[in-house]
């Protein structure tokens, strides 16, 4: 029961990326996948991963440290970094 909670949020996570993606930067829903390479298949730069972390924090609530999202590539790594932070909220 714990692991489909945990699916359910995660996905959720990823909608509501999928949301802020195309709200921020005009970006077809259905062009955005878990495996999506911000920088490379959704055309981001850095300033773009900047409004995106500012926004993340707004819904979270959390304060997101620059080096947890250093590593970040893909839309995938957006999720964990959000389902993280929710995570340790809890």
């Not at 959704?42 to 250093?70: G, H, M, N, Y």
């Not at 893909?74 to 993280?84: N, S």
Request: aromatic share 4%.
């Amino acid at each position: 029961m714990a692991s489909n909670m945990a699916m359910e949020r995660r996905d959720e996570i990823f909608h509501d990326v999928i949301r802020e993606l195309h709200a921020l930067f005009d970006i077809a829903e259905q062009d955005i996948k878990l495996e999506s390479r911000l920088y490379e298949d959704l055309d981001l730069d850095s300033i773009d991963a900047v409004d995106l972390v500012v926004r993340l924090q707004e819904i979270t609530k959390k304060r997101i440290q620059p080096d947890q999202f250093k590593s970040v590539r893909t839309v995938e790594d957006v999720v964990d970094a959000v389902e993280e932070l929710v995570d340790s909220a809890a």
